[in-house]
């Protein structure tokens, strides 16, 4: 079975500056490892996900996310925020095997951008 | 590309009362989802189709929700009687057929559920 912590239920930030939301997964297989974003009444939008090879990805609007396999985390970063990235933020992971897609998401965190 | 659709967007019910969602995949996509995401919790995935057969419906309380999908195009999910913890967001997602392990899930916009 796998579980995704994400310890921030709340990040306030000040707009043009950096932000980072913690994801920590656990898993007795290996994992894909995503990261999803959900604007107010919308369904959830793919920003990034981490498949094999580099663990820096690059995701949209700016974002970027480092696997780290030795501490099993998968933080999400921006080096400058902007009003509109004010949404909730949900990691998630998919195991390779046993099924396909099924993802365990994170309880999410809502990033708060504020001028 | 049209994306998933889901109506309706808003339903307010009484407990113990029924409600049905209908969720329209992306053109193509067999793999169809239905998540639900409760208030302050990250989406909980209820079941899944492929095509128009169940691949996995192990977290769905079946004394109270059934769905299905039975051209393996639309689905429909529906809650018999409602409860008042089934307040929630229902989402609804499509992949593409499976092809690797992996296949990006398309989220559709939801419908938020009340139960009075």
């Known amino acids: 079975a796998q579980s995704v912590t994400q310890l921030d239920s709340q990040v306030p930030v000040f707009e043009e500056a950096p932000v980072e939301l913690r994801c920590n997964y656990s898993s007795s297989v290996s994992v894909y490892l995503f990261w999803y974003v959900q604007y107010p009444n919308q369904g959830l939008q793919l920003l990034l996900k981490y498949l094999s090879g580099s663990t820096l990805v690059k995701g949209i609007n700016g974002f970027e996310a480092e696997f780290n396999k030795s501490q099993t985390s998968f933080h999400l970063r921006k080096p400058s925020v902007h009003i509109s990235d004010t949404a909730e933020y949900f990691c998630a992971v998919n195991p390779f095997t046993g099924g396909g897609n099924k993802l365990t998401f994170g309880t999410g965190t809502q990033l708060k951008v504020e001028l | 590309e049209a994306g998933v659709a889901q109506s309706p967007r808003y339903k307010i019910i009484e407990k113990r009362q029924s409600v049905a969602f209908w969720c329209n995949p992306i053109?193509?996509?067999?793999?169809l989802y239905w998540y639900q995401q409760i208030l302050g919790q990250g989406p909980k995935l209820l079941i899944q189709f492929q095509n128009n057969g169940v691949v996995d419906d192990s977290q769905l309380p079946k004394d109270r929700f059934s769905a299905e999908r039975l051209k393996g195009v639309d689905s429909t999910l529906k809650i018999q009687p409602a409860k008042l913890e089934d307040s929630a967001v229902y989402l609804c997602?499509?992949?593409?057929?499976?092809?690797?392990?992996?296949?990006?899930?398309?989220f559709g916009p939801g419908t938020r559920l009340t139960v009075l």
């Open positions: 997602a499509s992949s593409p057929t499976r092809q690797r392990h992996y296949n990006e899930q398309f």
């Open positions: 053109s193509g996509h067999a793999t």
